[in-house]
């Protein structure tokens, strides 16, 4: 509650009251979790629409499985706490899409319940809810089973030939790079006819439900610049000393999980710094961290290690980058 002093005016003919209160002084009220959550479905029904066109029903199984487990899951937690029930935040529904979309198709049906048990309740209520958490949720859970489902999450679980979805008789773009240096073509990377997670073939998507989310200011932009801008110079570099050929920038920004976590995953504002200063260091840090994973370690992959590595260093970078009051040297 703020805190009000009251000062009277002397000789003006009237008392004047001057409340004295902690900025913000001026809010949105329309600007509410609700709507928020609401802005970033929107933004994700691309990568949604995409998802179901080139996996079919591998997709929508996984989303269906993802988001009523992650919604069932906050109401069972939620309860054991005696805490009022809060799924018309849509916080929940959230979590469960963006976590099936960082899934492969063909992960059996538990791999996705426990996941989304492990993200709502490891990920978030743990720590008291909505706000409260240190690292996203959904990559929470994927970290979990991707440690305890390994055959169900590796390179391996992502080709089905048997499935009858041509994207998913070949290896992923950055899987296919990494083993025998073969690149997917840039065009194919940017539509998304290719394999992987569910929400991350298409850059064409994910580049415009990313920039629904900054138009709209539900996703802070200096969070994606400094993560594309720091994967394009580092990759550059990379280039320039292998010499893996052209399109090697193009490949590392459309191929994998780049673009997907860094619009949806990396701009969590709950688990991301809150100053501008802090999210530049914060993208510029998860940036390197991906090439550094992608470049020099067995995975082929870095962006979720990334993320959560980073939401470990947000309370530090925010003690880090706290600004100094108007006048004060």
């Not at 002397?10 to 609700?34: E, K, N, W, Y």
């Not at 489902?149 to 992502?158: D, I, Q, T, V």
């Not at 998860?286 to 962006?303: D, K, N, T, W």
């Amino acid at each position: 509650m703020s805190e009000k002093n009251e000062i009277s005016g002397q000789g003006l003919g009237s008392d004047i009251a001057i409340h004295v209160a902690p900025s913000p002084h001026l809010s949105d009220q329309t600007f509410t979790t609700r709507r928020m959550m609401t802005d970033v479905l929107i933004g994700l029904l691309p990568l949604v629409v995409m998802s179901v066109y080139v996996f079919r029903m591998f997709a929508v199984t996984q989303l269906v499985i993802c988001v009523l487990a992650c919604m069932a899951s906050e109401f069972v937690f939620v309860k054991m706490r005696s805490k009022p029930v809060t799924l018309n935040d849509f916080s929940a529904v959230v979590t469960g899409v963006i976590l099936a979309l960082s899934l492969p198709g063909t992960a059996p049906w538990y791999v996705g319940v426990l996941a989304s048990v492990i993200a709502i309740g490891i990920g978030k209520v743990i720590f008291g809810g909505l706000g409260m958490n240190i690292f996203n949720p959904a990559m929470v859970g994927r970290a979990f089973v991707m440690i305890a489902f390994a055959s169900a999450m590796g390179a391996s679980a992502y080709i089905n030939a048997d499935g009858g979805v041509d994207a998913m008789s070949m290896a992923t773009p950055l899987t296919a790079f990494k083993q025998s240096g073969v690149a997917t073509s840039i065009l194919d990377l940017f539509v998304g006819v290719t394999n992987g997670s569910l929400g991350e073939t298409s850059a064409f998507a994910c580049l415009l439900g990313g920039g629904y989310l900054l138009y709209r200011r539900t996703a802070s932009w200096e969070i994606p610049a400094g993560i594309l801008s720091t994967v394009i110079v580092l990759s550059a570099w990379a280039d320039m000393s292998g010499g893996f050929g052209g399109g090697f920038v193009l490949h590392q920004l459309f191929g994998g999980a780049l673009l997907f976590g860094t619009f949806f995953i990396a701009t969590d504002p709950v688990s991301s710094p809150v100053t501008p200063k802090g999210k530049w260091i914060f993208g510029i840090g998860a940036g390197a961290l991906i090439m550094v994973i992608r470049l020099f370690s067995g995975y082929p992959e870095g962006v979720m290690f990334a993320v959560l590595l980073m939401n470990a260093m947000t309370p530090l970078i925010n003690r880090w980058t706290i600004p100094k009051p108007t006048g004060v040297a």
